[in-house]
């Protein structure tokens, strides 16, 4: 194999390694969190995209054959989740009616469409099977009944 092609694998190999494991703080604490509040023994959640905005994240999620985003809130050094939707929190004027300040919603609208140009489409596709919004409590919490995805 020519010394310039090996070099060429060796990049993307080197590449795709790094982009694997590049979080961000914010990033890793938001899919613990989500990790933490989801996984089931039998059906681990898959988290991605993370976007962060400011005070604010959105991020993508699936788990078996459903799928949604959480939109979370930075509450000091901690990250609340605020809302589970669908497509409903894509906008920046959704956004801004759920509470964010304009600046991040039309931060995080532009930055979730770039994540999710990013990812296959069929993962995307699941993203918008949830349904209406849930609304979490001042804890980040909800209902464990009326949520699909709330540990058993």
Request: charged share 20%; with cysteine; hydrophobic share 45%.
């Amino acid at each position: 194999m020519p010394h310039r092609i090996r070099g060429w694998i060796a990049g993307v190999v080197l590449l795709s390694a790094g982009a694997a494991a590049a979080q961000t703080p914010d990033q890793a604490a938001i899919s613990g969190l989500l990790h933490t509040t989801f996984d089931r023994p039998a059906s681990e959640l898959v988290i991605a995209p993370v976007v962060v905005a400011g005070n604010h994240a959105i991020a993508g999620w699936t788990q078996g054959e459903m799928g949604g985003r959480a939109l979370l809130r930075r509450r000091g050094q901690n990250w609340v989740l605020i809302l589970c939707a669908g497509d409903g929190i894509k906008s920046r004027d959704a956004l801004v009616k759920a509470g964010i300040p304009i600046e991040d919603a039309s931060a995080l609208e532009r930055n979730l469409a770039a994540a999710e140009g990013k990812l296959p489409l069929e993962q995307v596709a699941m993203f918008s099977r949830f349904e209406g919004v849930m609304m979490m409590d001042d804890n980040g919490t909800h209902p464990r009944q009326v949520h699909p995805h709330a540990k058993n």
